[in-house]
């Protein structure tokens, strides 16, 4: 088992195709940074151009594979495809997921479904198949995105089916960094707090980031790139002693 780096190495990112998305800005943050990237999200030509894109600007190598990370045999698949064409995985970064807004009482069966198979069985899924990559390896960091709603129980835009599986990527992230913490991976979660990009049922106008602000000790809403900072510093060789955390990245909302 090793515990550095290898000096070309790759970081799969799921979820970031859509243009104002978290995973848009963390891959162009760790490709600046001399990460190898590969892309899985729902529109595979997206994911590609992406890439190519990615390949160009900062002079890497980048694939991209589509897939539902909701599904299984889809998601072994693309990683596959992105493993046989890019440098040893080192870091996966689980952003894809769905908002619910629907309340508790008008829940019906396959709401409930839809936002536990993409938020948390996703997480698990690209997670399960990445972690028998790096624990090959011997050395890999899994960074998950979870929410303040996990913590706080709903209270910014989407409701129960989605604080609950944010709580459970919370909880899968705890089991994971004790599980594959001796065989060389760390595993962390980031909550953010509002963000402003369109899962919040669409681009935020300037009245719903102010009445989000008021909540917010910095006084304003974040930004993915307050996100892909925080997933660059997780993602780090020397951050190697950070596992099993949630990092809040808030703007304070958890604590007021």
Request: proline share 4%.
């Amino acid at each position: 088992m090793t515990s550095t780096f290898p000096a070309a190495r790759t970081a799969i990112v799921t979820g970031a195709a859509s243009p104002r998305g978290i995973g848009r800005a963390t891959v162009s943050r760790l490709a600046r940074d001399g990460w190898n990237i590969g892309i899985i999200d729902l529109d595979g030509d997206a994911c590609r151009q992406l890439a190519a894109e990615l390949e160009t600007e900062f002079g890497i190598s980048a694939a991209g594979a589509g897939a539902n990370v909701a599904d299984e045999a889809a998601v072994r698949a693309a990683v596959d495809e992105l493993e046989a064409a890019l440098p040893q995985i080192v870091a996966l970064v689980n952003i894809a997921g769905i908002s619910s807004a629907t309340p508790y009482l008008d829940l019906d069966p396959g709401e409930w479904a839809r936002v536990l198979d993409v938020d948390l069985n996703g997480v698990h899924y690209v997670s399960r198949r990445v972690a028998e990559s790096m624990v090959k390896s011997g050395v890999g960091r899994i960074v998950s995105i979870s929410s303040v709603s996990a913590q706080r129980g709903g209270g910014t835009y989407s409701k129960t089916p989605y604080s609950v599986a944010k709580a459970g990527v919370i909880g899968l992230t705890r089991a994971l960094a004790r599980e594959l913490g001796p065989l060389g991976v760390t595993v962390n979660a980031i909550a953010p707090g509002p963000i402003d990009t369109d899962i919040m049922g669409g681009t935020l106008t300037d009245e719903r980031k102010a009445a989000m602000a008021a909540d917010l000790l910095v006084g304003r809403v974040g930004t993915v790139d307050d996100i892909a900072v925080a997933v660059e510093f997780l993602v780090r060789e020397d951050t190697a002693f950070i596992t099993g955390h949630t990092l809040n990245v808030d703007g304070g909302l958890y604590m007021n």
